[in-house]
């Protein structure tokens, strides 16, 4: 299939080189024209705008930072589109913000679903996201050869939106997992106890989690480097915040968490991997 | 002084008629005329047709959104008000939205000043409101005479901002405060002891505040009614967490609050007093006491 592919950051690239040793053909553009290249050796076509990467192609896909990026892109895609172009995008949204970026494309004759990913870096390299996907039956069918090549677990999840409530929904269990584990750590440390041997007995049981095996060994190892962002668990925490704030949700575990992210922002701990709440921790309880 | 209007809701209407009574030529816009019918007013056609009549505009409207409209939309207040002349706003709004809407003012040569109020719509109707005021010193003492007849403490905080910020700070200190008031009427009555006798008992001591007063005799009273309706301090919420983000600073208790008002609001609560935090917590647990 020929297929465009925007935004080339550490998920995005990646993805695109998934892409096309899944035998697509891929024109890639990026804002930085250099991120482009390791892309064009891998037998990709540079594009020199995003109307040039939808032009010519059946499929649109983006994976950028924020609402605003998505809805300037996908601006630029409406300049290039050929009729019956699918837009997908697979960055992490407010579901609000997507709804309305599908009805403007839908005016413009484009089919376009949000399909927002979980599994970080490593799920993209090895082509293992899950990929939770929102709009028509017709456009999921038309990007399923897509997200074949990227993900393993792909669903479906409903309508225009739903895939980015989905992903919000990820990010509440994901953020309180997180700050769950690390707060286990922290009591176990404090009680004296050998926190890797409490990690290997819970392991076991119901407090078992991909989070307590995987980011739990990264925290033992004291490994903070990204990873996922805390800045970006940050920024898709509240989305999940603005939401509740607009429906009237009470969600006080994710509010309590979304404060914690929001005090590794502002202490500095930004740019490193979401598990260094550890060290926040560690430091609100006399530790560090 | 000509003094303009906008905003003629339970807090501005009295705010309004005081100036009026101080001795001021009144001029009101209002989104709906006839919600200004009944003033001793000169009702004008546009936001912009006021602020050609007026050296001062208050406005005390809703949403930052409705703030810049009205100051600097289509027909808005920028659009008539002369260089020299100032704009007041009392609206609650977030402080990044009134210093770009003082920036965009200041380009015309009209001065703004935010300047939110604290006290409530009784605050407004006994001219007591507190007011905080960020921009700039020269121009709030110009306007000073006329914040007079609404309140009896102004307070020049800072620069353009700074009132929202100072405003803010109000809202998480005073809702937290009836946050607390209510869980503590909550515990009280699911331990079988009289709320009132609870709030009296505290009233002397150092958990006394106005809060427990005001907020918590209506919860004694079961009087929902609003005084001030919940939907705003939810809004106000919504600004406050906004700037916390923005900031990097953490407020665990204001967001575990910010989480009992949206709950509030899914319940319907919205336009009645923001002591329905009380009903909130009721509405978590049942009314069965717990022996053990």
Redesign the interface.
Same mark, same amino acid.
């Given at each position: 299939m020929k297929i465009g592919f925007i935004g080339l950051g550490i998920m995005g690239r990646p993805m695109a080189l998934n892409l096309l040793k899944g035998g697509h053909e891929v024109t890639v553009w990026a804002r930085r024209a250099e991120s482009m290249q390791p892309l064009r050796e891998a037998g990709a076509q540079g594009a020199d705008s995003p109307a040039g990467a939808a032009q010519g192609n059946e499929l649109v896909i983006s994976m950028v930072a924020d609402a605003p990026d998505v809805a300037e892109v996908m601006r630029g895609v409406v300049q290039g589109a050929a009729p019956g172009l699918v837009a997908v995008d697979m960055s992490t949204i407010a579901p609000a913000a997507a709804r309305r970026i599908g009805e403007e494309l839908a005016a413009a004759g484009i089919d376009f679903m949000d399909a927002p990913v979980s599994g970080g870096e490593v799920g993209a390299i090895a082509g293992t996201l899950s990929i939770m996907a929102g709009g028509s039956e017709a456009a999921f069918a038309r990007a399923q050869p897509a997200f074949a090549c990227m993900g393993k677990n792909i669903v479906h999840v409903g309508a225009s939106g739903a895939g980015q409530v989905a992903k919000a929904c990820n990010q509440i269990v994901t953020g309180m997992g997180v700050l769950a584990v690390a707060e286990a750590f922290a009591f176990a440390a404090k009680n004296g106890v050998d926190r890797s041997r409490v990690r290997e007995a819970l392991l076991g049981g119901f407090a078992y989690s991909k989070i307590l095996e995987n980011h739990g060994q990264r925290m033992l190892d004291r490994n903070f480097k990204p990873g996922f962002k805390s800045w970006m668990h940050e920024k898709d925490l509240n989305i999940v915040m603005q939401t509740a704030h607009e429906l009237g949700v009470c969600l006080p575990g994710a509010a309590a968490t979304a404060q914690m992210f929001n005090a590794m922002v502002g202490s500095g701990l930004g740019e490193e991997d979401s598990i260094a709440v550890l060290k926040l921790l560690e430091r609100l309880s006399g530790q560090a | 002084m000509k003094v303009g209007f906008i905003g003629l809701g339970a807090m501005g209407r009295p705010m309004a008629l005081h100036l009026q009574r101080a001795g001021h030529d009144l001029h009101v816009w209002a989104r709906r005329p006839e919600s200004a019918a009944d003033l001793p007013a000169t009702v004008c056609a546009t936001p912009a047709e006021l602020g050609r009549r007026c050296e001062v505009v208050f406005t005390i409207i809703t949403s930052s959104a409705d703030v810049e409209a009205v100051a600097l939309g289509a027909d808005g207040l920028s659009e008539g008000m002369a260089a020299g002349s100032v704009l007041v706003d009392c609206s609650t709004i977030a402080p990044d939205a009134a210093r770009r809407i003082a920036g965009r003012l200041a380009d015309e040569g009209i001065h703004m000043l935010d300047a939110p109020v604290s006290g409530g719509s009784q605050g407004a109707i006994d001219a007591t409101l507190a007011i905080m005021a960020g921009g700039d010193a020269a121009v709030l003492e110009r306007v000073r005479p006329l914040l007079a007849c609404l309140g009896q403490r102004i307070v020049h905080v800072g620069p353009n901002g700074a009132g929202q910020v100072a405003k803010a700070c109000n809202q998480m200190i005073m809702v937290a405060a009836i946050e607390a008031a209510a869980e503590a009427m909550r515990l009280a009555a699911a331990a079988g002891v009289d709320q009132a006798r609870v709030r009296a008992a505290l009233a002397g001591g150092s958990a006394g505040s106005r809060v427990l007063e005001v907020f918590g005799g209506r919860m004694v009273a079961r009087d929902f009614a609003a005084g001030v309706e919940a939907r705003l301090h939810?809004k106000d919420?919504?600004l406050v !967490?906004e700037a916390?983000?923005k900031?990097?600073?953490?407020?665990?208790l204001t +967001?575990?609050v910010?989480?009992?008002l949206? +709950? !509030?609001?899914?319940l319907g609560w919205g336009d009645d007093d923001t002591a329905s935090l009380l009903r909130v917590l009721e509405r978590s647990a049942g009314d069965v006491s717990r022996t053990r």
């Open positions: - | 939810h919420y919504g !967490l916390a983000r900031s990097g600073v953490p407020v665990p +967001a575990a910010s989480q009992q949206n +709950a !509030l609001m899914s």
